[in-house]
């Protein structure tokens, strides 16, 4: 059986393939290098890194050996395949368009999936043209700025990657055909090319005065520009969830090859060489002035975070690892987008850690807490130490109680945070920036006071805790399916906020408790259908009643406003404790 190097991401729409959807595999043909074969229909399938069929092995195997000496496949939505037939004949030559431009969404062999949100641009003449025939006219009476918002809040939608599918068929069928110089293909070292623009020829340059910083601009359908820059640029926090770019010193590029046919290219690396550090913005700062744990590989690609224009963050952990951070902002105060972002198999396995940031606090240290074993640190399961001015010391994930290993990232009031994503499998790479780390590099750090405790009380438990003194409000987030407790928010008389728990804002329904004189909670073993075996979980309210309240169960915990309460949750569990001590 052939093995095969097969990426996760339809061809023609750009889409991830979700379980049980139908999909075609395009790839090269052994016996004819011209002629491109189009296999059967398959179905993608459940919890498995490969598939096979047709005497082929189609893998997408994280880091996989093998993948990397053998051929290379796409794949296509069997409807997108179907739309793209009806606009196109398929012929030989149409096949050999269609491998090209789908081949050439991945920048160069190996790159990470990028993980852009949408198309750069929106057929809205299609919208127009396709949204009364297919049931849903009002939108077609909407200004291309409504529709673009719309597309921009139900991004999932399967209007959006039928438009997408049939105006990549029609820009293929019309556009490219018409480029008829562009049709050959040609191979030329990247450090020779001037400029150059998607649908257009390269411009040269061989002179010894160009401009030695070379940037790419990378969208959805692989890489849009290529410019010169007289020097690199300095850090300006602009950035974008819809275009990447990669920034490399011309003496950095070795020999690096670019593959230009049907006005697209793609960069052909030789094999030792892993590609370039990949960012969400043209003026990232430099490596050097940021602060990491983890390895920053050769080919990272790297997400931002602007601290000082967040509300808050929302890590999402599944079995104590990291698989995205969405930043909280008034125009986007809620984290569904990036929540649509994960996998299908990882959304169902998710927690929902929030750090609040209120207008008046900020974060002042920030230290990254990783598990040892066997002398050794692992990156996957990171506790996050974070030091707010107000809040004061607040812990986001997994509680290591062994050995461990702290690596401090920000002393004083990071300017950005920064976390890398693959295509399959955790972020393992977090750092800093700020700009004054030269000055702060010999500061002393006070110790964060993390308690101590002998053991956890459910599986893979995630901890965080909250004083009750000085508490003026409590928001309880309740999951409205079976009505337990997800998570708690507590503000204070000093301007702080505090999240404990599995805190989904937007969607869990909120209870608010002002000027709470007790926190009431019970403590319920459930059993969850979908996954078998009891399952702790805890029902909570306050009150501000001075006691003078009763419980229709006698299992309810009722507290004054004194100690610390200690949140344990997973994915599915829930436990509250509350100490009378302070934090130690």
């Known amino acids: 059986m052939k093995h095969i190097c097969f990426r996760t991401q339809c061809g023609i729409c750009g889409r991830a393939f979700l379980t049980g959807v139908s999909f075609n595999t395009l790839l090269r043909s052994d016996t004819q290098p011209q002629s491109i074969l189009c296999l059967s229909r398959e179905v993608f399938p459940d919890k498995l890194n490969s598939v096979s069929f047709d005497d082929y092995l189609l893998c997408w195997l994280p880091n996989c050996w093998r993948c990397a000496r053998s051929p290379e496949a796409v794949g296509i939505h069997s409807d997108c395949f179907k739309l793209f037939k009806q606009v196109c004949d398929i012929s030989d030559d149409e096949l050999d368009r269609l491998w090209i431009v789908a081949l050439f969404r991945s920048p160069w062999r190996g790159a990470p999936n990028l993980g852009l949100y949408h198309d750069t641009g929106l057929a809205v003449d299609l919208v127009y043209e ?53 049709s050959a293909s040609t191979i030329t070292p990247l450090s020779v090319i001037s400029s150059w623009s998607r649908g257009t020829e390269p411009t040269f340059s061989t002179s010894p005065d160009r401009p030695s910083i070379m940037m790419l601009t990378i969208d959805r359908r692989g890489i849009k520009l290529i410019e010169r820059l007289p020097h690199r640029p300095s850090y300006q926090q602009w950035r974008s969830d819809n275009v990447a770019f990669a920034i490399q010193e011309e003496s950095q590029l070795g020999n690096v090859m670019v593959q230009l046919k049907y006005g697209i290219l793609r960069l052909e690396l030789v094999r030792h060489d892993r590609g370039f550090h990949i960012w969400d913005m043209p003026n990232p700062p430099r490596l050097n002035d940021c602060r990491f744990s983890g390895h920053v590989a050769q080919s990272t690609r790297f997400r931002t975070i602007d601290l000082r224009g967040t509300t808050g963050l929302t890590f999402f952990f ?63 399961k990171p506790c996050f130490l974070v030091r707010t001015r107000l809040a004061g010391d607040v812990f986001l994930g997994p509680c290591h109680m062994g050995e461990h290993e702290d690596i401090i990232l920000s002393k004083s009031r990071p300017r950005m945070l920064i976390y890398n994503t693959v295509d399959i499998g955790p972020a393992t790479v977090f750092g800093t920036y700020q700009y004054d780390l030269d000055r702060n590099d010999d500061d002393h750090l006070p110790q964060f006071h ?23 409000r409590i928001q309880t987030f309740t999951d409205t399916e079976l009505g337990f407790c997800k998570a708690i928010i507590f503000d204070y008389e000093n301007g702080a ?88």
Not at 454 to 468: F, T
Not at 505 to 515: A, E, F, M, P, Q
Not at 562 to 574: A, I, P, Q, R
Request: aromatic share 8%; with cysteine.
């Open 497 to 584: 906020q505090r999240a404990v728990g599995n805190c989904r804002l937007g969607i869990d329904c909120v209870t608010d408790y002002l000027n709470p004189s007790r926190i009431c909670y019970l403590p319920v073993s459930f059993v969850l259908g979908h996954s078998g075996g009891d399952r702790q979980l805890v029902r909570v309210e306050g009150g501000c009643d001075d006691f003078a309240h009763n419980h229709d169960e006698v299992s309810w915990v009722c507290s004054g406003m004194d100690g610390v309460l200690e949140f344990w949750f997973s994915e599915e569990e829930s436990v509250i404790n509350i100490g009378t001590q302070n934090e130690t």
């Open 318 to 380: 599944s079995f104590n690892k990291v698989y995205a951070v969405h930043a909280h902002t008034p125009r986007i105060p809620e984290a569904n987008d990036t929540f649509s972002q994960l996998s299908q198999r990882r959304q169902v396995n998710v927690a929902w850690i929030y750090l609040p940031i209120p207008k008046e606090d900020e974060i002042i240290a920030l230290t990254v807490r990783l598990r040892r074993s066997q002398g050794r640190s692992t990156a996957q």
């Open 130 to 182: 396709k949204a009364a025939p297919l049931g849903i006219s009002r939108l077609g009476s909407l200004p291309p700025e409504l529709i673009r918002l719309i597309r921009d809040f139900s991004p999932s939608s399967t209007f959006w990657r039928y438009i997408c599918a049939v105006s990549f068929a029609m820009e293929l069928s019309t556009v490219t055909r018409a480029v008829n110089t562009l």
């Open 450 to 472: 993390y308690p101590v405790f002998d053991s956890v009380p459910i599986h893979q438990a995630n901890l965080s805790l909250a004083p009750l003194k000085g508490v003026t």
